[in-house]
């Protein structure tokens, strides 16, 4: 077309009467071309643009023109704007588009007048023009010529024709009447035809022309052109009208007869648009559909018809067609923004989507109402035109429902009315809202002691239902302390499945129970977290045998009791004192003579560890008696101990054999053999001093003695280190009150005589004292004696309802179901009990006469039997049937006469401490003594 495009864009803006923003600009702009700074003629801020999603709106499947530059806020074009395509030969081409915003949603209409160029040049319908003119026609005679036709308008359209010269005819122009007019006559015979050249002139800059060349043939006359019924035919059509539709019949007559009478139809200029929509009867102006009428592409059409007669004069009409709208298009629902996942934790009434409804159809068809069906926390709000808000109308909760499918249901007004509807899939965030909950309330873990480390104790699970990390959980135990070290040198838990393992190996004997704490936390942030309590049992197993703290262990020390001869059946002549480091029925303890010189002269308490006579002890009966005593616990397989008790049958010294022959001890020091011929040596002098000591007191107190090691205290190697008090009491059962004499014998023979007393015992409730250096004295260092450890509540029970043997009043079978087991008694506790019990008898047996010597009447600072057990009981008589006990009744006499002799025979318990009991003088053979006990 040869037309030069310009880069200049006319930015004519004004504001229209509803107060939208209006641009005007030509038409065929080059995409990209300015238009206008719409953010600046509206007042919106360009630096937010782009996050409030700003874009040109159109309804529809329709072109948008134009778009807006985020950036500047300029609007520019963004499709090729032809005006003819779009407004045809309207004067007046305006697009009208929106402008969107959201966060908030605003709707800005803007109006675009597209001005026209002069793009195309003025055409003809026909290339050649055919007229036939009889000879006959007179100078002035008019010939009407369809006039030619420009797409642009206005000023660029056709402005003037001219007609190259000729010497028949000229042109003359009227409005849109074209004619020529005959200016001289024609004749046939000179010229039979003639061709004139036609050319039209649009008023556009530059200028655009077309030509036609009008062949004129000279005929006879034809002295009448066709003319129409009506000057401008209308018609009404429902869009999609069935094909062959009749629209309207035009109409034009020919008042000539014969062939210049005959009249046929056909279509003037217009567009290959409209000869495919409609098709006219040549014969009858029928006008028909030919093709499909959509009222939503074009609301109208203007067809130009001709009718023209057998001699070629023709005419001239319009067809004007009004396309009425029927409710076919549903509407449609775009979704123009969604946020994909919405936090669980959002408030009510909160944005999630912008939703816009368009219906293709006008006036009442194009009304939609929208609306959401399902039971679902979510509504439609409407907002601005034809958009809806989706907002929310109740709390999320991702862990009850993790997505929604919201259904939209659109529905016009039309008659009858259609609907569409939109699944729209929205997903729930999830926020770290719920703490890890474990599945039980508190665990237990049962575990047998000596169990090996790194083996599992129990499982703690807690569940999170929270996604992802928010919903992982990590397992950790808590810093805490058991027995005074950290929690994890003992126990270890697997973050990832809550397993909990044992790091070291338990002993039952140092603690039965213990609680740790374990946390359970998740991955959100900030992390929830929750926490359990696991209780973890140690089971004990028989894992100790037990320990005979009296008669001391052989190879340790040689201790020999006297039975007098006039012993009776049934008298008590000594006890063994067993201990179990166990617990439960792994600490209920046995006593049996497994060997003994005369098997029907003595019995063992099976429970107690007392040992009585069975008859009466006759002349025959042999001197030197030597009992083997199996002690045997409760568990299972069950695990023993034995001890060798040496009693000798007499009533005074003189009767006592050589030592050496009553020792059966195979494990015997050579030392011993060496004291013994050292002793030998200075027997004279020792042996008179020893005769005489014991001279004055066997005439003072005719009671038997007891041959026992030098040493008060049984020494701390003899001891256990823990032992377990099974009936509440303690093993212990008896009090001994031992006095010490140097014999002429080794270390292995030494002499210990037992004071006998029946008469008066320390009451219960009666507080020893001693001296912490006389205790140290007496047993020498205890600092590396464990730590002594706070009663165990079982030491609350009566003696009735404290279970186990030595002493108890039944068996095993008895005390089984009297609640837990007490918690066994240290070394310590051990150590005070023996001299709480050895100061107990020697207090009372103070009082029987001044003859009466021994370590333990020594000890008198304060000593409290608070968190002991009571040692006191069943104190044995050797050679008698009675038994000293704590009974409250006996107690009170015995105290009144314990008190009674204390006032005259203990000095002041605040004096000074009284001086060592005599000694003899030392031997060759006790020197040696002394020196390897100083040696040890």
Same mark, same amino acid.
């Given at each position: 077309?040869?037309?030069?495009?310009?880069?200049?864009?006319?930015?004519?803006?004004?504001?229209? *009467?509803?107060?939208?923003?209006?641009?005007?600009?030509?038409?065929?702009?080059?995409?990209?071309?300015?238009?206008?700074?719409?953010?600046?003629?509206?007042?919106?801020?360009?630096?937010?643009?782009?996050?409030?999603?700003? #874009?040109?709106?159109?309804?529809?499947?329709?072109? #948008?023109?134009?778009?807006?530059?985020?950036?500047?806020?300029?609007?520019?074009?963004?499709?090729?704007?032809?005006?003819?395509?779009?407004?045809?030969?309207?004067?007046?081409?305006?697009?009208?588009?929106?402008?969107?915003?959201?966060?908030?949603?605003? +709707?800005?209409?803007?109006?675009?007048? *597209?001005?026209?160029?002069?793009?195309?040049?003025?055409?003809?319908?026909?290339?050649?023009?055919?007229?036939?003119?009889?000879?006959?026609?007179?100078?002035? /005679?008019?010939?009407?010529?369809?006039?030619?036709?420009?797409?642009?308008?206005? &000023?660029?359209?056709?402005?003037?024709?001219?007609?190259?010269?000729?010497?028949?005819?000229?042109?003359?122009?009227?409005?849109?009447?074209?004619?020529?007019? +005959?200016?001289?006559?024609?004749?046939?015979?000179?010229?039979?035809?003639?061709? +004139?050249?036609?050319?039209?002139?649009?008023?556009?800059?530059?200028?655009?022309?077309?030509?036609?060349?009008?062949?004129?043939?000279? $005929?006879?006359?034809? !002295?009448?052109?066709?003319?129409?019924?009506?000057?401008?035919?209308?018609?009404?059509?429902?869009?999609?009208?069935?094909?062959?539709?009749?629209?309207?019949?035009?109409?034009?007559?020919?008042?000539?007869?014969?062939?210049?009478?005959?009249?046929?139809?056909?279509?003037?200029? *217009?567009?290959?648009?409209?000869?495919?929509?409609?098709?006219?009867?040549?014969?009858?102006?029928?006008?028909?559909?030919?093709?499909?009428?959509?009222?939503?592409?074009?609301?109208?059409?203007?067809?130009?018809?001709?009718?023209? !007669?057998?001699?070629?004069?023709?005419?001239?009409?319009?067809?004007?067609?009004?396309?009425?709208?029927?409710?076919?298009?549903?509407?449609?629902?775009?979704?123009?923004?969604?946020?994909?996942?919405?936090?669980?934790?959002?408030?009510?009434?909160?944005?999630?989507?912008?939703?816009?409804?368009?219906?293709?159809?006008?006036?009442?068809?194009? %009304?939609?109402?929208?609306?959401?069906?399902?039971?679902?926390?979510?509504?439609?709000?409407?907002?601005?035109?034809?958009?809806?808000?989706?907002?929310?109308?109740?709390? @999320?909760?991702?862990?009850?429902?993790?997505?929604?499918?919201?259904?939209?249901?659109?529905?016009?007004?039309?008659?009858?009315?259609?609907?569409?509807?939109?699944?729209? &899939?929205?997903?729930?965030?999830?926020?770290?809202?719920?703490?890890?909950?474990?599945?039980?309330?508190?665990?237990?873990?049962?575990?047998?002691?000596?169990? %090996?480390?790194?083996?599992?104790?129990?499982?703690?699970?807690?569940?999170?239902?929270?996604?992802?990390?928010?919903?992982?959980?990590?397992?950790?135990? $808590?810093?805490?302390?058991?027995?005074?070290?950290?929690?994890?040198?003992?126990?270890?838990?697997?973050? !990832?499945?809550?397993?909990?393992?044992?790091?070291?190996?338990?002993?039952?004997?140092?603690?039965?129970?213990?609680?740790?704490?374990?946390?359970?936390?998740?991955?959100?942030?900030?992390?929830?977290?929750?926490?359990?309590?696991?209780?973890?049992?140690?089971?004990?197993?028989?894992?100790?045998?037990?320990?005979?703290?009296?008669?001391?262990?052989?190879?340790?020390?040689?201790?020999?009791?006297?039975?007098?001869?006039?012993?009776?059946?049934?008298?008590?002549?000594?006890?063994?004192?067993? *201990?179990?480091?166990?617990?439960?029925?792994?600490?209920?303890?046995?006593?049996?003579?497994?060997?003994?010189?005369?098997?029907?002269?003595?019995?063992?308490?099976?429970?107690?560890?007392?040992?009585?006579?069975?008859?009466?002890?006759?002349?025959?009966?042999?001197?030197?008696?030597?009992?083997?005593?199996?002690?045997?616990?409760?568990?299972?397989?069950? +695990?023993?101990?034995?001890?060798?008790?040496?009693?000798?049958?007499?009533?005074?010294?003189?009767?006592?054999?050589?030592?050496?022959?009553?020792?059966?001890?195979?494990?015997?020091?050579?030392?011993?053999?060496?004291?013994?011929?050292?002793?030998?040596?200075?027997?004279?002098?020792?042996?008179?001093?020893?005769?005489?000591?014991?001279?004055?007191?066997?005439?003072?107190?005719?009671?038997?003695?007891? @041959?026992?090691?030098?040493?008060?205290?049984?020494?701390?190697?003899?001891?256990?280190?823990?032992?377990?008090?099974?009936?509440?009491?303690?093993?212990?059962?008896?009090?001994?009150?031992?006095?010490?004499?140097?014999?002429?014998?080794? #270390?292995?023979?030494?002499?210990?005589?037992?004071?006998?007393?029946?008469?008066?015992?320390?009451?219960?409730?009666?507080?020893? #004292?001693?001296?912490?250096?006389?205790?140290?004295?007496?047993?020498?260092?205890?600092?590396?004696?464990?730590?002594?450890?706070?009663?165990?509540?079982?030491?609350?029970?009566?003696?009735?309802?404290?279970?186990?043997?030595?002493? /108890?009043?039944?068996?095993?079978?008895?005390?089984?179901?009297?609640?837990?087991?007490?918690?066994?008694?240290?070394?310590?506790?051990?150590?005070?009990? $023996?001299?709480?019990?050895?100061?107990?008898?020697?207090?009372?047996?103070?009082?029987?006469?001044?003859?009466?010597?021994?370590?333990?009447?020594?000890?008198?600072?304060?000593?409290?039997?608070?968190?002991?057990?009571?040692?006191?009981?069943?104190?044995?008589?050797?050679?008698?049937?009675?038994?000293?006990?704590?009974?409250? &009744?006996?107690?009170?006499?015995? &105290?009144?006469?314990?008190?009674?002799?204390?006032?005259?025979?203990?000095?002041?318990?605040?004096?000074?401490?009284?001086?060592?009991?005599?000694?003899?003088?030392?031997?060759?053979?006790?020197?040696?003594?002394?020196?390897?006990?100083?040696?040890?």
């Amino acid at each position: 077309m040869g037309r030069k495009m310009s880069c200049f864009v006319l930015l004519l803006l004004w504001q229209a *009467v509803n107060g939208d923003v209006s641009y005007s600009l030509q038409e065929e702009l080059k995409r990209g071309s300015h238009i206008g700074n719409i953010a600046k003629d509206l007042n919106l801020d360009v630096n937010k643009l782009s996050s409030r999603n700003a #874009r040109v709106d159109a309804a529809g499947n329709r072109k #948008r023109y134009c778009d807006i530059n985020l950036a500047t806020g300029d609007l520019i074009v963004s499709d090729r704007i032809d005006r003819e395509e779009l407004c045809g030969e309207k004067l007046s081409c305006v697009i009208k588009r929106d402008l969107v915003l959201e966060n908030p949603l605003e +709707l800005h209409p803007f109006s675009l007048h *597209v001005q026209d160029i002069n793009d195309n040049s003025p055409q003809f319908n026909e290339e050649i023009i055919n007229m036939e003119i009889h000879e006959s026609a007179v100078k002035g /005679a008019r010939f009407l010529i369809e006039e030619a036709h420009d797409a642009d308008v206005g &000023q660029n359209s056709v402005q003037q024709y001219s007609l190259k010269k000729n010497d028949n005819f000229i042109l003359a122009a009227n409005g849109n009447t074209l004619e020529l007019v +005959l200016d001289k006559e024609l004749d046939r015979e000179k010229q039979g035809d003639m061709n +004139l050249l036609l050319t039209a002139l649009d008023g556009g800059s530059p200028q655009r022309s077309g030509t036609v060349v009008i062949h004129v043939t000279v $005929l006879d006359a034809n !002295d009448n052109a066709p003319v129409f019924s009506q000057a401008l035919y209308t018609a009404s059509l429902p869009e999609n009208s069935a094909l062959d539709t009749v629209v309207v019949t035009v109409r034009a007559t020919d008042a000539d007869e014969g062939v210049n009478g005959d009249v046929t139809y056909d279509f003037g200029h *217009v567009t290959e648009v409209v000869k495919k929509v409609f098709s006219i009867d040549r014969k009858n102006g029928k006008i028909t559909v030919n093709g499909a009428i959509d009222y939503e592409a074009v609301t109208s059409y203007d067809l130009r018809i001709k009718a023209k !007669d057998g001699l070629g004069l023709s005419s001239y009409t319009k067809v004007n067609i009004d396309v009425t709208d029927v409710n076919d298009n549903v509407p449609v629902i775009y979704m123009k923004s969604l946020i994909n996942a919405v936090p669980e934790n959002v408030s009510p009434g909160t944005e999630v989507g912008i939703i816009n409804v368009q219906d293709a159809d006008s006036n009442s068809n194009q %009304k939609v109402c929208c609306s959401i069906q399902q039971n679902v926390p979510f509504k439609l709000v409407p907002s601005i035109k034809n958009y809806y808000s989706l907002v929310t109308t109740g709390q @999320l909760d991702r862990e009850l429902v993790s997505d929604y499918n919201i259904t939209i249901t659109a529905t016009d007004e039309g008659s009858p009315p259609l609907s569409s509807s939109k699944t729209v &899939q929205l997903f729930v965030a999830d926020i770290n809202d719920n703490p890890p909950v474990f599945e039980e309330q508190s665990y237990s873990a049962y575990v047998t002691e000596n169990n %090996k480390p790194g083996s599992t104790l129990c499982s703690v699970t807690a569940r999170d239902p929270d996604w992802r990390q928010n919903g992982t959980v990590v397992y950790s135990l $808590l810093p805490g302390e058991v027995n005074g070290a950290s929690v994890s040198s003992y126990l270890s838990v697997n973050g !990832d499945t809550g397993v909990i393992h044992a790091v070291r190996s338990f002993d039952n004997e140092q603690f039965r129970s213990f609680k740790v704490h374990v946390m359970a936390r998740d991955n959100g942030s900030p992390p929830l977290s929750s926490n359990v309590t696991v209780s973890v049992f140690i089971s004990d197993v028989n894992d100790n045998s037990p320990q005979i703290l009296y008669p001391a262990p052989e190879g340790n020390s040689f201790m020999t009791e006297l039975v007098p001869k006039a012993a009776h059946g049934g008298s008590l002549v000594s006890k063994v004192i067993a *201990v179990d480091a166990d617990s439960g029925q792994n600490a209920w303890l046995s006593y049996q003579i497994v060997k003994s010189t005369d098997p029907g002269l003595f019995t063992i308490d099976v429970n107690s560890g007392e040992i009585r006579t069975q008859r009466d002890i006759s002349e025959s009966d042999n001197m030197k008696q030597n009992l083997i005593v199996a002690v045997k616990d409760n568990g299972q397989p069950s +695990l023993s101990a034995t001890c060798s008790m040496y009693l000798l049958i007499s009533d005074n010294l003189a009767e006592v054999p050589e030592l050496k022959d009553i020792s059966y001890d195979e494990k015997n020091s050579k030392l011993t053999s060496y004291l013994i011929i050292a002793l030998v040596s200075v027997s004279t002098f020792f042996l008179t001093f020893i005769i005489i000591i014991l001279g004055v007191r066997f005439c003072r107190r005719r009671k038997p003695r007891m @041959l026992f090691d030098g040493a008060v205290a049984i020494p701390s190697a003899y001891l256990p280190p823990n032992y377990a008090d099974v009936d509440g009491t303690g093993t212990l059962r008896s009090a001994y009150n031992y006095d010490a004499y140097l014999t002429t014998g080794s #270390r292995t023979s030494d002499f210990k005589f037992v004071t006998s007393y029946n008469d008066n015992t320390l009451p219960a409730d009666q507080t020893l #004292r001693k001296s912490p250096s006389d205790f140290a004295d007496a047993f020498g260092d205890l600092n590396d004696s464990p730590e002594q450890k706070p009663p165990n509540n079982d030491w609350r029970f009566t003696q009735g309802q404290r279970p186990g043997p030595s002493g /108890a009043t039944g068996g095993p079978e008895v005390a089984m179901g009297t609640g837990p087991w007490p918690q066994p008694p240290t070394e310590a506790e051990q150590l005070q009990a $023996l001299m709480a019990a050895a100061n107990e008898v020697s207090e009372a047996t103070g009082t029987l006469g001044p003859g009466t010597m021994g370590l333990s009447t020594r000890y008198s600072p304060q000593f409290t039997l608070q968190h002991v057990p009571d040692y006191r009981q069943n104190v044995y008589i050797p050679g008698s049937t009675a038994t000293l006990t704590s009974n409250p &009744q006996q107690q009170q006499q015995q &105290q009144a006469t314990a008190q009674q002799a204390a006032q005259q025979a203990l000095p002041p318990p605040q004096g000074p401490p009284q001086p060592e009991p005599p000694k003899a003088a030392q031997t060759p053979a006790s020197k040696k003594k002394s020196t390897k006990k100083e040696k040890k």
